[in-house]
């Protein structure tokens, strides 16, 4: 791979890397200043007391008020700079993060959350939060101890047992919590998962009083992650407590071993004071590690999740833009297997279709009809062989620059957050006149027109003022917003009234007279009396193209269950579905 689709990640964490060495610096200026209290205390007990002088005891204390202070300042920049670290790693990866997470779910349905934001957030946060202080303090426990040696021998080997000691439960720490973290935030990430599809059905849960045997499924997980999370906060919580009360026990034994050793006049008074906070010091890193392990290993574990998807989606690279489409489509030897699929559902398929033909997909229920439309549009890309647009493999393109060329209507309608005009523009920049031609060709231009706001309505996924009907025409809307020179429709009339019906015909005629290649899914007379050609699908091969009449017409006759060399044949069920299209709904 190369450097820059082995991790996108790491790649922003590179370029963060100026501005950790500001702050490792800044760490160092700091610990250094962090000996003012212990020196200060130092001269107090050893210069002021034994000379008795007012004036050294004034001029040590704003000496040491005014290092205090630029300590503080710097702290306060230290932190300051840690939060635009984090903003600045967020604005880096969150783009491709967002196109990560939408490959993935196109590639992993049913995998799809927005769980990879909520890592990227803990990420940030820590980064940009106390506990990594910790870590930029830890280099300089050395010093203090050498100091603690410095002053006496007994000093550095008694802060050395306490910090290995601490040391040791960090370790313990790490030990015991690590896999009960891990496993509460897994539970914790199916959970949130388990409510986001619930709440995706609520109409359904609701409809068939479905809600407490769903919450009894959600809170299994959740009172998991609770179980885990309490057990892990337990056992980190005991050991950060037990740290603490040794830091705090350290640093009095330290007081009564400088005093015995100011009885022996090994030391001064001030070194067994200064001893005791120095020693503080050193160990407060170990300390706050030991407290902030939670927050780290969530972190940590945020982060390998980042890692991994970055790498399994690695960013698209641009292609050399192609030509704006006219519309000629070319199927070749296509074999496909859905996302999730054991086995392929499309099998063998090749077909040429012209520019400006309307071609209508019939086909038994798991034929594979709307596969084949995800494919023509490139949604996914085929295990074999290629769909071409004009010529280009649909992979050769570069999305944003054909999706607007493109027009989609799925069975199942998704409208976004957003006004009735954001979503027939596709959220793009709104052209007024484009919006209100789009609409007036998918015949809902006077249905908008009595909506409360008319084109500014606010509409979106959970907006239930909208018929599904009423939803599906925008959806068509947007789908011909822009003249596209290729649509694929799903169901199209899936929830239209009679009116809706006649809409729908007479959009075709436009979308025919204006030359747009057009695959249309149904079964409905009324629709596939607008096709050129049909192509009849089953069990994910072709088993008839041609003109609509002649392939009606051989559907219809005896002979059609008789299978063709190389071709399946039909069982009763699936030519009677088939036969629907010409009897009508």
């Known amino acids: 791979m190369s450097s820059r689709t082995q991790n996108d990640l790491q790649h922003a964490l590179r370029r963060c890397r100026p501005a950790l060495l500001w702050v490792g610096g800044f760490s160092l200026f700091i610990n250094l200043l962090m000996l003012t209290p212990a020196l200060y205390m130092l001269q107090v007990y050893d210069r002021v007391i034994a000379s008795g002088s007012k004036e050294t005891l004034l001029m040590l204390t704003l000496v040491t008020l005014f290092l205090l202070a630029v300590m503080v300042g710097l702290e306060w920049v230290r932190s300051r700079l840690l939060v635009r670290v984090g903003n600045h790693l967020d604005a880096q990866v969150s783009g491709h993060l967002y196109r990560a997470m939408f490959r993935r779910g196109l590639s992993s349905p049913g995998e799809g959350s927005g769980q990879p934001l909520d890592d990227l957030r803990t990420v940030r946060q820590f980064l940009s939060g106390q506990g990594l202080f910790a870590f930029f303090d830890a280099p300089w426990v050395p010093i203090y101890l050498a100091i603690l040696f410095l002053f006496n021998v007994w000093f550095g080997v008694f802060a050395t047992g306490a910090g290995l000691l601490l040391l040791g439960l960090a370790i313990i720490n790490e030990k015991v919590s690590k896999r009960l973290l891990a496993e509460a935030g897994h539970a914790h990430i199916q959970a949130q998962a388990q409510v986001g599809s619930n709440l995706r059905n609520a109409e359904v849960v609701q409809a068939m009083g479905m809600l407490p045997a769903i919450m009894r499924r959600w809170e299994a997980r959740h009172v998991q992650s609770l179980i885990k999370q309490s057990q892990a906060s337990d056992r980190s919580g005991g050991l950060s407590n037990l ?4 830091r705090i026990l350290a640093q009095s034994l330290i007081l009564g071993l400088g005093a015995l050793l100011v009885l022996e006049a090994s ?10 906070i120095i020693m503080g010091r050193a160990l407060a890193p170990i300390d706050q590690m030991i407290g902030s392990w939670k927050g780290f290993v969530g972190c940590r574990d945020a982060y390998r ?9 690695p960013a698209q690279t641009r292609r050399l833009s192609l030509p704006e489409p006219r519309g000629e489509v070319a199927v070749e030897a296509l074999t496909l297997t859905p996302p999730g699929a054991a086995k392929p559902v499309l099998r063998e398929l090749d077909f040429h279709i012209a520019r400006g033909e309307h071609v209508g997909i019939i086909g038994p229920s798991a034929a594979g009809k709307t596969t084949l439309a995800r494919a023509l549009l490139g949604v996914w890309l085929p295990e074999t062989g290629a769909v071409r647009l004009d010529g280009a493999d649909l992979g050769h393109w570069n999305r944003d620059e054909l999706g607007p060329h493109l027009g989609y209507l799925p069975q199942d309608i998704e409208l976004f957050d957003g006004t009735v005009s954001q979503n027939i523009a596709r959220f793009g920049e709104v052209d007024d006149a484009q919006v209100v031609a789009a609409a007036k060709k998918a015949g809902v231009h006077d249905m908008i027109l009595r909506l409360p706001e008319g084109y500014e309505t606010p509409i979106g996924a959970g907006n239930g003022s909208l018929s599904p009907g009423q939803r599906q025409r925008i959806g068509l809307a947007r789908a011909l917003y822009g003249k596209p ?34 695959f249309v899914i149904s079964h409905r007379r009324s629709v596939l009396a607008e096709v050129d050609k049909l192509l009849v699908l089953n069990e994910g091969r072709l088993r008839l193209l041609g003109a609509r009449d002649e392939v009606l017409a051989r559907l219809a006759a005896p002979g059609a269950r008789r299978a063709k060399p190389g071709r399946p044949s039909l069982s009763r069920e699936s030519r009677a579905e088939l036969t629907a299209a010409e009897e009508g709904p």
């Not at 740290?243 to 040794?246: H, I, Q, R, T, Y």
């Not at 030391?267 to 005791?276: E, L, N």
């Open 485 to 518: 020179a290729l649509v694929v429709l799903d169901e199209p009339n899936a929830n239209l009234d009679d009116a809706g019906e006649r809409a729908l015909a007479e959009a075709l005629r436009q979308l025919k007279a204006e030359g747009t290649t057009l």
């Open 267 to 276: 030391i001064t008074p001030g070194m067994m004071i200064a001893a005791s």
């Open 243 to 246: 740290s603490k009360g040794l």
């Open 305 to 313: 999740r980042l890692d991994a998807l970055l790498r399994d989606v």
